[in-house]
């Protein structure tokens, strides 16, 4: 298996442009979970979505922030529009069941000047 | 106050040291406790899972829950310079919530 496919690995991009992050995960997982990861914060979750459905998206930092997931798989998580303070590395993950083991894909290093 | 506390270090210890790194938490109702290796610009990877209080040992590693206490801990006996990463506790009911990660340096 290829694992969790994350695209691009790297987006420098200007204050106020609308990024778009994507995922492909692992074939047959149900769960779908996107991650922010910071010096200061550390790993936060953003959403997560099971059968395609968003479950739980407290995390969401604001009304800038956007995910979607069309079908089993893939998902983008969108920034619009994107501020400095938005740099991080972006992760998403997935799993069969809700308390199994999650794997991550490699992020996206997103650097909004 | 943060549900899940963790040392953020860095921590650098000679080879074949034994290294502890410990998490602390809030939440009575954390069921599950993991940790998670992360080398440098990869993600995350599972390392140990259990879901009762005591030692669960595997291969070097052994992690420790004391619900009483709501902490837990990662021992690594005779550590290698391939153990250098960030270790992340992580803890769950329905969601998985995360420590800041310790960053641990093995010197040769």
């Known amino acids: 298996d290829a694992g969790v496919i994350q695209s691009p690995r790297h987006e420098v991009t200007e204050m106020g442009q609308e990024v778009t992050l994507r995922c492909k995960p692992i074939?047959?997982?149900?769960?779908l979970f996107w991650y922010r990861q910071t010096m200061m914060r550390g790993l936060e979750l953003l959403i997560y979505?099971?059968?395609?459905?968003?479950?739980?998206d407290s995390g969401m930092p604001e009304d800038r922030f956007s995910a979607k997931m069309p079908n089993a798989s893939f998902s983008t998580l969108k920034i619009q529009p994107s501020e400095p303070r938005d740099s991080a590395v972006y992760f998403c993950?997935?799993?069969?069941?809700?308390?199994?083991?999650?794997?991550f894909g490699p992020g996206t290093r997103l650097t909004v000047l | 106050q943060k549900e899940v506390e963790q040392d953020p270090g860095p921590l650098s210890v000679p080879e074949g040291a034994i290294v502890s790194l410990n998490c602390t938490y809030s939440?009575?109702?954390?069921?599950?406790f993991m940790w998670y290796r992360q080398y440098s610009r990869k993600g995350p990877e599972l390392l140990m899972y259990t879901y009762s209080s005591g030692n669960k040992e595997d291969g070097r590693f052994t992690a420790q829950v004391d619900k009483s206490s709501k902490y837990i801990s990662l021992f690594i006996r005779d550590s290698q310079p391939s153990d250098s990463a960030t270790y992340l506790c992580?803890?769950?009911?329905?969601?998985?919530?995360f420590g800041t990660g310790t960053r641990l340096t093995i010197i040769p």
């Open positions: 979505f099971n059968n395609n459905v968003p479950i739980d």
């Open positions: 993950a997935s799993n069969r069941a809700q308390t199994d083991t999650q794997y």
């Open positions: 939440n009575s109702a954390f069921q599950y």
């Open positions: 992580a803890m769950s009911v329905e969601k998985l919530t």
């Open positions: 074939s047959g997982h149900d769960y």
